[in-house]
């Protein structure tokens, strides 16, 4: 029996029902500014509940309209909030649920990774993390058929990160995504001028970015890394802060989409 993972923030970070999920998702696509640039190999997305940060992240999943067809495996790396680890947690399940229907993971893929000691095998890390979730039903409409390598990641040192996505980094039929936010209850102006700081970091491929900057840090350095190497050059695309989506801008949190592609062509 295939082993599935259901949603477990469907209804709270984003709407539970499908058809309202789709339309939503697809209403945020098309209000997204559409880059003619060549199409990212890599992603940072913010991973907030829709109503905070699903404007920033439609603005990076909508430049994936000219590779819909083409990307056929995502690697998706964010955060662990509930269940700490050290290294990156694969999932035993087969599937992961959303509203929209299942994605299949690519379990070759996942099995290559098994003799790398900074990866470890759990659901229970897998279960009701959103870091990973709230990108899937983007990702469900954004492309067409594609399969998921899903990876919690904990502390784990930038070379750690790099190594696994060196791995799974294949050609353009692959396409990497980072789930981060960045600076967390600050007050509005404090918080806009930390994340700017943050992003000229990111830009500058400064691998030692700390979680006070991005919850998502320590994968975030690792695509640094991987990304020097491979001679991608990253773009900002959008940022933002809650104040400027949900109002209360006493206490927010930052958002940042940014876009990596072939240097020459950010």
């Not at 477990?8 to 499908?18: H, K, W």
């Not at 098309?30 to 997305?45: C, D, F, G, N, Q």
């Not at 209850?185 to 500058?204: E, G, M, N, S």
């Not at 959008?238 to 950010?266: I, M, P, Q, W």
Request: glycine share 8%; with cysteine.
């Amino acid at each position: 029996m295939t082993h599935i993972r259901p949603p477990a923030v469907a209804g709270a970070f984003y709407p539970g029902q499908p058809g309202v999920l789709a339309a939503t998702v697809d209403r945020l696509l098309a209000e997204a500014a559409r880059p003619e640039e060549l199409p990212p190999k890599a992603l940072i997305v913010p991973h907030a509940g829709y109503i905070y940060s699903g404007p920033t992240a439609a603005q990076a999943y909508a430049a994936l309209a000219p590779r819909r067809r083409q990307i056929r495996r995502v690697v998706l790396l964010g955060p662990t909030h509930r269940v700490a680890v050290n290294g990156l947690a694969l999932p035993e399940s087969a599937v992961f649920a959303t509203p929209l229907g299942d994605i299949a993971l690519d379990l070759e893929a996942m099995a290559g990774l098994r003799d790398l000691p900074q990866i470890v095998f759990s659901d229970r890390v897998h279960a009701d993390e959103h870091s990973l979730e709230v990108h899937l039903p983007f990702l469900q409409r954004a492309l067409d058929d594609f399969k998921l390598v899903p990876l919690a990641v904990g502390h784990a040192a930038p070379e750690a990160v790099a190594e696994v996505l060196d791995r799974l980094w294949g050609g353009p039929e692959t396409l990497i995504v980072i789930s981060s936010d960045l600076s967390h209850f600050l007050p509005y102006a404090a918080a806009r001028q930390v994340d700017r700081d943050t992003c000229r970091h990111i830009l500058d491929l400064d691998t030692t970015i700390n979680p006070q900057q991005a919850c998502g840090a320590f994968p975030i350095n690792g695509l640094l890394l991987a990304a020097g190497r491979h001679g991608l050059a990253p773009q900002l695309v959008h940022l933002c802060n809650s104040g400027d989506t949900a109002g209360d801008k006493e206490r927010v949190v930052g958002y940042a989409a940014f876009a990596f592609r072939e240097a020459g062509h950010a």
